[in-house]
């Protein structure tokens, strides 16, 4: 085997002894013929993907179009008008100065982040922040002691980090050098909100002199969240004190591409200085067509009947499991403090309803998700009617560090619009279903071993004696 060959090998077989090596998902080794699946893992929250209003008007307008293939190379190259006429649109629909797509949210956090903070600016991000911040962050000019993380959602904590920073830095204190913090509206694997109005308040109060600039990461709550699917930041009127937003279409839009939300100056530099903007062959005409019809769905409404089920079936969901999770040890299985039931004390989550991602923290994700992939419903069905449930398998995926942080293993739930209640009741039934096995494994093995002690112990006493 060549070197080469030999490190890549050893880098995936270290993967696959710490249990985490990453592997493609193939249906046809998740179900068996004839299952059907109950899916928890796809981030298609309104369930687009398989709405035939959506279905039929992206293949109208692709039909009713002259230029739907390709785009023909980079924005910077080619004139795109139907780019631009998406971007005119989002602007207003918005509310923004100024729109620039790109072709994924990632594309477009490396962008922004590698190329708006200039020398002398720090980045402060919360500790949960997406990858493509991390790698827009890393390519900047900054050094890695200006990009400096804060404890989740802890406003203390950031203003902790801002006064630290006034107290040394002149260039900060006197406004001619820059704070960014990046958050996240929705944080897409703890499924928290972040406290927006409160962290924007504590940027503007230590930094009067403006040179504080909060981005906001709006991948997981566009279309669900805020009036017609627009947003937290929307939803909390703040979107003239946010220096950036970004909102994807590839989640709960089912199309794909993203857009940052800026002023028109943001917009002129990032089209001169943002290389996953310039270097890059722009979104084809197909998929900014395909964008624009989901935007019609959230603009004539359609969708916040959609959202409206998915946060019912959120709280439902939540305040079932609640219940069940009482009989179970939390060592083995538990929510998340956020969804704990409340204590009384204020939340520091600014809406009290549970988001649609739901962690389930377990040491043992694998083994909840494979108990579940399994699970025959009309197993545990204690009803005595001749009615027996289809086949289905409940697909759900374990999480492991590092995506999360250590010790907070778990398996995410997403819920969607396309769920009901039905499909709900089924995944508690195996949750409950795998939890109790687990007990019950439990106590057999510390059956086994007393057993086995005791045992060993006779015979110990019984060969001292001969
Ligand atoms: C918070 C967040 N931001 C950005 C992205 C990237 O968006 P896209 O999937 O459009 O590349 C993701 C995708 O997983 C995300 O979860």
């Not at 077989?13 to 299952?35: A, C, N, W, Y």
């Not at 998929?287 to 959609?306: K, N, P, Q």
């Not at 279903?433 to 071993?449: L, V």
Request: net charge neutral; glycine share 6%.
């Amino acid at each position: 085997m060549r070197s080469l060959d030999q490190k890549l090998s050893a880098a995936l077989k270290s993967r696959d002894e710490r249990l985490i090596r990453r592997r493609l998902p193939e249906f046809s080794q998740i179900v068996t013929s004839g299952q059907s699946v109950i899916d928890f893992t796809s981030n298609d929250y309104l369930s687009l993907s398989r709405s035939p209003t959506l279905r039929r008007a992206v293949l109208d307008a692709l039909s009713s179009t002259p230029d739907i293939l390709g785009s023909g190379g980079s924005r910077l190259l080619v004139p795109a008008p139907a780019h631009a006429a998406l971007e005119a649109r989002l602007c207003r629909f918005f509310d923004a100065e100024a729109a620039i797509l790109f072709n994924s949210g990632f594309d477009a956090n490396v962008g922004l982040f590698s190329a708006v903070p200039q020398l002398g600016d720090v980045v402060i991000y919360d500790e949960l922040i997406h990858a493509s911040v991390h790698d827009g962050m890393r390519t900047s000019r900054l050094s890695r002691d200006s990009l400096i993380s804060f404890a989740h959602n802890s406003v203390p904590a950031l203003k902790h980090i801002i006064r630290r920073l006034l107290s040394h830095g002149e260039d900060l204190k006197t406004g001619k050098s820059s704070i960014f913090v990046a958050v996240e509206s929705l944080y897409s694997m703890d499924g928290t909100f972040a406290p927006l109005s409160e962290i924007v308040d504590c940027v503007e109060e230590m930094l009067p002199l403006g040179n504080g600039f909060v981005i906001v990461d709006e991948a997981h709550a566009t279309g669900i969240y805020g009036p017609k699917g627009r947003g937290l930041v929307t939803s909390l009127g703040l979107e003239k004190r946010i220096f950036a937003r970004l909102h994807t279409f590839g989640k709960s839009l089912a199309a794909s591409g993203a857009v940052l939300l800026v002023t028109e100056l943001v917009r002129d530099y990032l089209l001169n200085y943002a290389r996953s903007f310039i270097y890059t062959t722009a979104l084809t005409n197909a998929s900014v067509i395909a964008a624009g019809c989901s935007f019609d769905m959230l603009e004539d409404g359609t969708t916040e009947v959609l959202a409206a089920h998915l946060m019912e079936l959120c709280a439902f969901f939540v305040n079932r499991i609640r219940v069940h999770l009482k009989s179970i040890p939390p060592t083995l299985l538990r929510l998340p403090d956020h969804l704990q039931e409340s204590t009384g004390t204020p939340s520091s989550q600014p809406f009290q309803f549970p988001s649609q991602i739901i962690p389930l923290l377990t040491a043992e994700p694998r083994s909840l998700s494979t108990f579940l992939l399994a699970f025959s419903p009309s197993e545990y069905s204690n009803t005595n009617s001749h009615h027996t449930p289809p086949s289905v398998a409940i697909y759900t995926k374990p999480i492991f560090p590092p995506t999360v942080p250590r010790e907070t293993s778990r398996v995410r739930i997403c819920l969607q619009a396309g769920h009901t209640r039905e499909d709900v009741e089924i995944l508690i039934q195996g949750i409950v279903a795998w939890a109790h096995r687990r007990i019950e494994d439990a106590r057999r093995d510390r059956k086994e071993w007393n057993q086995m002690a005791s045992e060993i112990g006779v015979r110990t006493w019984m060969e001292s004696k001969l």
